[in-house]
């Protein structure tokens, strides 16, 4: 199956009134992994005429907005018009297929992709018209859920933890964060949840059958 691994680093968390800095991608195939540095990546910067945000997340993003304050070329850089329309030529350029529309549909990943990324990927131009996500998404956290102890699906660090990644800090820059939510799900292509349940015991009945 093919994926999209999606981050956006943003100035604030409502989709109406802040804005996306940073978008990043990487295409992943689970039938056949490349070593992660191998995967198509796109990155974008996105240029406002001025920017809204929090105070917390402005601060988190310093280095975002030093690089969007540079006057010199920047191929990364982009206006919030523009950033759709290269992230649908770079996934046509890498496979991917419009439909009668011109849309390229697919399958996104990431953490917390459909409670915040996908509302911010709504409010951008061209959003089911250049790109849009399929309805079912790929989120980490639910590969790393405990269900006895959680009280809340587990942030990103602690499925870093769970995975014993020895580097559990979160970057809180999309591309690194894009590649993490890779790294995650890896470990489950070869053995899915489903194969990881064990079947009942000869004198125990199986699941009901769906209705």
Same mark, same amino acid.
């Given at each position: #199956? %093919? &994926?999209?691994?999606? $981050?956006? =680093?943003? /100035?604030?968390?409502?989709?109406? %009134?802040?804005?996306?800095? =940073?978008?990043?991608?990487v295409i992943e195939d689970s039938r056949h992994p490349r070593p992660l540095p191998e995967l198509p990546a796109f990155r974008r910067v996105v240029r406002h005429p001025e920017y809204v945000g929090s105070a917390g997340a402005l601060a988190l993003n310093a280095r975002l907005l030093q690089e969007l304050a540079r006057q010199d070329p920047n191929p990364e850089l982009c206006t919030p018009a523009e950033l759709l329309p290269q992230l649908r030529e770079f996934l046509l350029a890498h496979g991917f297929r419009a439909d009668a529309t011109g849309c390229v549909a697919v399958t996104m990943a990431g953490k917390n992709i459909g409670v915040f990324d996908l509302g911010f990927l709504k409010a951008l131009p061209g959003y089911g018209q250049a790109v849009r996500? =399929?309805?079912? #998404?790929?989120? +980490?956290?639910?590969? &790393?859920?405990?269900?006895?102890? $959680? /009280? %809340?699906?587990?942030? #990103? /660090?602690?499925?870093? *933890? %769970?995975?014993r990644f020895p580097d559990r800090e979160v970057a809180h820059e999309a591309l690194a964060d894009a590649l993490d939510v890779v790294r995650l799900l890896r470990p489950? &292509?070869?053995?899915?949840?489903?194969?990881?349940?064990? +079947?009942? *015991?000869?004198? =125990?009945?199986?699941? *009901? +059958?769906? /209705?």
């Open positions: #199956m %093919r &994926y999209v691994s999606l $981050d956006l =680093e943003t /100035s604030g968390s409502h989709p109406q %009134r802040h804005q996306v800095l =940073e978008l990043a991608a996500a =399929e309805p079912a #998404m790929l989120d +980490p956290a639910a590969f &790393y859920l405990n269900w006895h102890k $959680d /009280s %809340r699906l587990p942030s #990103m /660090s602690i499925c870093k *933890a %769970r995975a489950f &292509y070869q053995l899915p949840l489903y194969q990881q349940v064990a +079947p009942p *015991a000869p004198d =125990e009945p199986g699941p *009901a +059958p769906a /209705s």
